[in-house]
């Protein structure tokens, strides 16, 4: 999908002030940020929208405003995600990953022996907030890994991820299979009921993440699981 210049810059401005607000965006906000009259703002939004970058609902005004009529808000759908991730380019996304990538395993080291909750902890809150896509997907295999190694010695099948890579999977495939682990998890007797609630909740939207990944995502996904996979059981 090819944009504007123009499209391009409204986009990412609306990104980022939908992450900074938390919440579904009025245009008349939007106008605000980009410096533009409201009805140009509201142009822009459903241009986006008519290219499945943006959706839109109507909300009734909340009692604290006094009432009055339903107005429309806008936000961004995972396509819109995706698309700007492609359009920073490999470079952008590696100097990312590097960093998660980095942050992540000298977490992992050192905790060598503990349950590394903290580092989970850390990954919920991360993983709610839903950045790019591949970071995003990273964290999610991180976590469920962590919390199948924290239940190991309480459930059946405790070498559910060492069999999955001997099986010869592929890539999206095995990483589709820590969305059904995620699930399976939450059922677990000795389960973190707020873990598992907080991983469960993330399901649907992994899968999608997953599935919208380019092939070498996908492999560079999987070879880091396997990394996290070694530290934790090191």
Do not use: C
């Amino acid at each position: 999908m090819k944009l504007t210049r123009r499209q391009h810059m409204v986009l990412s401005n609306f990104l980022d002030l939908y992450q900074e607000n938390g919440d579904a965006l009025h245009y008349t906000a939007v106008a605000e940020h980009l410096g533009v009259n409201p009805v140009t703002a509201y142009d822009m939004l459903r241009l986006l929208e008519d290219r499945d970058l943006l959706t839109s609902e109507y909300v009734l005004p909340s009692k604290r405003e006094g009432g009055g009529r339903a107005k429309v808000v806008f936000r961004p759908t995972a396509a819109a995600q995706v698309l700007l991730a492609q359009l920073a380019g490999d470079e952008w996304q590696q100097e990312e990953w590097e960093l998660v990538k980095t942050r992540i395993l000298l977490a992992l080291r050192a905790g060598k022996g503990s349950d590394h909750q903290d580092l989970l902890d850390d990954l919920l809150v991360r993983i709610a907030e839903q950045r790019s896509p591949f970071i995003y997907t990273a964290e999610m295999v991180t976590a469920v890994i962590l919390q199948a190694y924290q239940l190991k010695d309480n459930v059946a099948d405790s070498t559910f991820l060492d069999r999955m890579h001997s099986m010869g999977l592929s890539d999206e495939l095995s990483l589709s299979a820590f969305g059904g682990l995620a699930v399976g998890l939450s059922f677990a007797e000795r389960t973190n009921r707020r873990v598992a609630k907080a991983l469960l909740a993330q399901t649907e939207h992994y899968q999608k993440m997953i599935g919208q990944l380019n092939t070498k995502s996908r492999h560079h996904l999987t070879a880091f699981a396997d990394q996290v996979v070694e530290l934790v059981e090191a």
